[in-house]
T-cell receptor, first 113, second 114 residues
Framework: DAKTTQPPSMDCAEGRAANLPCNHSTISGNEYVYWYRQIHSQGPQYIIHGLKNNETNEMASLIITEDRKSSTLILPHATLRDTAVYYCIVRVGGGNAGNMLTFGGGTRLMVKP | GAVVSQHPSRVICKSGTSVKIECRSLDFQATTMFWYRQFPKKSLMLMATSNEGSKATYEQGVEKDKFLINHASLTLSTLTVTSAHPEDSSFYIC??????????FGPGTRLTVT
């Protein structure tokens, strides 16, 4: 699986949009971009994933560049409860691939009042 | 979304004893489950892949005789830390994959070995 690079930490003001970048310049054509987050002392929580098109769900939006070498996770209106470590992971297969996830260092997002 | 549970959520044990951690998929069947460990302020590290009805596949550097994994049914995998030592103290997290390939994580088990 391709490696990802994320800033180790970011701050965001409550109510503002949080934009978390991820570089995955060696991504292969069949690799998806996944985002998970981990709130302190809890298991990781799935947020969103995509292949090449931008995706949006109730939690966030995922913007993938046209060359797929980077992506941005957007939390449109960050709340204090969004404070967590956010992991960007690239992995083969968006469906029944059954592959394990390889976690990098992630970005520690601190939402401040 | 699908629910994965772990039991216990916290456990304290003495050096030399064994501890069993359960991982259950509550509303779906999981042919594959994964076990991770996480040290403070570090990322998750995969320990092993647990497949129902077959032997687990361990990552390099993980002792299979120390970390016994049993995936006896489609909804339950167990991790037993044998002869635990203080350096085994960690946060252990399991995940389960449903038939659609979606992976869901348990809430984690914090093990403290004294």
């Amino acid at each position: 699986d391709a490696k990802t690079t994320q800033p180790p930490s970011m701050d965001c003001a409550e109510g503002r949009a949080a934009n978390l970048p991820c570089n995955h310049s060696t991504i292969s054509g069949n690799e998806y971009v996944y985002w998970y987050r981990q709130i302190h002392s809890q298991g990781p929580q799935y947020i969103i994933h995509g292949l090449k098109n931008n995706e949006t769900n109730e939690m966030a939006s995922l913007i993938i560049t046209e060359d797929r070498k980077s992506s941005t996770l957007i939390l449109p209106h960050a709340t204090l409860r969004d404070t967590a470590v956010y992991y960007c992971i690239v992995r083969v297969g968006g469906g029944n691939a059954g592959n394990m996830l390889t976690f990098g260092g992630g970005t520690r997002l601190m939402v401040k009042p | 979304g699908a629910v994965v549970s772990q039991h216990p959520s916290r456990v304290i044990c003495k050096s030399g004893t064994s501890v069993k951690i359960e991982c259950r998929s509550l509303d779906f069947q999981a042919t594959t489950m994964f076990w991770y460990r996480q040290f403070p302020k570090k990322s998750l590290m995969l320990m092993a892949t647990s497949n129902e009805g077959s032997k687990a596949t361990y990552e390099q550097g993980v002792e299979k005789d120390k970390f016994l994994i049993n995936h006896a049914s489609l909804t339950l995998s167990t991790l037993t830390v044998t002869s635990a030592h203080p350096e085994d103290s960690s946060f252990y997290i399991c995940s389960a994959i449903n038939l659609a390939g979606e992976q869901y994580f348990g809430p984690g088990t914090r093990l403290t070995v004294t």
